[in-house]
């Protein structure tokens, strides 16, 4: 054969049919996913079964302004969100929060939350702010962290347990469990102590108390805020990672619910063995004259090892598929795709949190003070004079919020629904929810609105993901890994398996993503 058609097989061969990844879900695990493989060599498609992208990161028009439905802010440890932002072209939009910070409220009483704490746990139980916080008494029983004898033999387990048992119940249920509860949406006694604090164990054997070692991983803490945001909503980060999909060639499919992932037509061990010599061949000769390097690609003739069955009976080919799909339709669909993953569903599983979100915009000149920070946390004591556990003052804590709602107006987010039991709001029908709402934040904000100042009102449910720091969670989730690792040209993520966060969204869609990559051509080199 001539120089001249061999470089014509070797191009064909590079130029052959790409590689055909399905992500199912548009969550920004499937948006991240879908990203990092839609690149020459890599067929991609997004299935998302609802009319929209970026699940819980969702815009909220309302009284003529955009605003964030759900999460409104990202954490920025370990970089990876701002790499994301930064490579997306909204970098130079992040913002930082008003550095007031949150309140708590016991009772009918809100006090700023104390500020040398992690997960609400003081690091100095004396401090003025703590004394402030859960008064004297609270604070002496903190003190008498100190002068305990650590337990030696073994670690506790259970946050709420390490906690009493070291601080007392004052710190706990004033100070701890409001935090918690919102940012994990499970009860301190079912956390885990490794997953929402490593390392807090370890520095307590070796320092003798709780609060040191608490002072200690503040103070191993990176400087500068533990939060940002993107100026005009965090929404925009899901609507840009859609656009940037596209543009590199990938699909995204609205209202394509994904029923079954069904085996497709397996290559025999002898067409794969022939496919990876001449994938092999290919590489080197292109090498030897000089041509681009081959594409990791499905190859000619290859059969797809994946046919996905939607709602409405299409069917797509596949060569691998990520399921970045909630807890509950991931799980159906891994059960469908190989029966060794079918147990999975059947674990003892904790249940989805239900919370609702109630934004508000007010025309009252008394906000502007911002009397009580960013927002206020509420202790679940029987004493609450309020039914939501949570507000954010979101005119006071983004400076972008205060800009678009213009003088007079103000921004309120109320919270609704406590781990282990459902929204309180969820049978109010939003006459009498509107009402709640006002007087909810007129108590947290300690001013007498009146429902003359509701300019707007919105309600936004929402499921939570599975509480991912909950005692035995992590066993359950290595179980799905494990049992999917098992299946060739299958991967999981989602926030179900990471925690919810994008700071532990992000990487790991990017992890998977990088395998996902690499599935098909490993199918064929392993038979070299």
């Known amino acids: 054969m001539s120089e001249d058609a061999l470089g014509d097989e070797i191009r064909h061969a590079v130029e052959a049919p790409p590689t055909r990844i399905v992500v199912v879900g548009g969550g920004v695990a499937g948006l991240v996913v879908a990203r990092e493989c839609a690149r020459p060599g890599f067929e991609v498609t997004v299935l998302e079964a609802s009319g929209r992208v970026g699940g819980s990161v969702a815009p909220l028009e309302l009284d003529g302004l955009t605003l964030d439905a759900g999460a409104e802010s990202f954490a920025t440890r370990g970089g990876h969100v701002a790499e994301l932002i930064d490579a997306l072209g909204l970098s130079d939009d992040v913002v930082q929060p008003s550095a007031a910070g949150a309140w708590v409220r016991h009772g009918s009483r809100s006090v700023p ?90 520095a307590l054997t070796r320092l003798g108390s709780l609060s040191g070692a608490v002072g200690e991983l503040r103070s191993a803490a990176t400087a500068g805020s533990a939060v940002g945001g993107i100026r005009g909503g965090m929404w925009r980060l ?75 009976g299409e069917r797509i080919a596949a060569d691998v598929v990520v399921v970045a799909a909630p807890a509950d339709p991931a799980l159906a669909l891994l059960a469908t795709a190989d029966d060794a993953l079918a147990d999975l569903a059947a674990l003892e599983w904790p249940a989805a949190s239900s919370v609702e979100l109630v934004t508000l915009v007010l025309a009252d000149d008394r906000l502007a003070a911002a009397p009580q920070g960013t927002g206020v946390l509420v202790a679940d004591t029987a004493d609450a004079d309020v039914t939501a556990k949570a507000m954010t003052h979101s005119s006071a804590k983004w400076a972008w919020v205060a800009e678009a709602s213009g003088p007079g107006r103000h921004i309120v987010r109320l919270s609704y629904g406590r781990a282990g039991r459902p929204a309180e709001s969820r049978d109010l029908d939003d006459t009498a929810l509107r009402a709640l709402a006002v007087a909810d934040a007129g108590r947290l904000l300690n001013i007498p609105l009146r429902e003359s100042d509701l300019v707007a009102f919105a309600r936004t449910p929402w499921t939570n993901a599975l509480p991912y720091a909950t005692v035995g969670q992590r066993d359950r989730i290595q179980r799905v890994r494990d049992g999917v690792d098992a299946v060739e040209g299958l991967e999981v993520t989602g926030s179900w398996l990471t925690g919810t966060g994008l700071a532990s969204v992000v990487p790991d869609a990017r992890r998977v993503a990088e395998k996902a990559r690499g599935l098909r051509w490993k199918a064929l080199t392993d038979n070299l």
């Open 113 to 202: 939350l104390p500020k040398a704490g992690l997960l609400g746990i003081p690091s100095s139980p004396l401090a003025r702010d703590v004394v402030a916080a859960i008064g004297w008494g609270g604070a002496l029983r903190a003190y008498l962290d100190r002068l305990k004898p650590v337990l030696k033999i073994g670690q506790e387990k259970r946050l709420g347990t390490l906690v009493r048992s070291r601080m007392g119940s004052k710190v706990l249920e004033l100070l701890v469990a409001p935090v918690v509860t919102g940012v994990y949406s499970a009860a301190p006694d079912d956390l885990d102590v490794d997953v929402v604090a490593p390392g807090l164990n370890a």
């Open 238 to 312: 899901p609507a840009a990672l859609a656009a940037d999909v596209a543009s590199r060639g990938g699909t995204i499919r609205l209202q394509a619910p994904v029923t079954a992932i069904e085996s497709g037509e397996a290559p025999s061990e002898e067409d794969q063995a022939a496919e990876a010599v001449e994938a092999a061949l290919a590489g080197v000769l292109a090498d030897e004259l000089g041509l681009p390097a081959p594409s990791v690609t499905d190859l000619p003739g290859l059969p797809a090892r994946w046919s996905l069955r939607l709602a409405d």
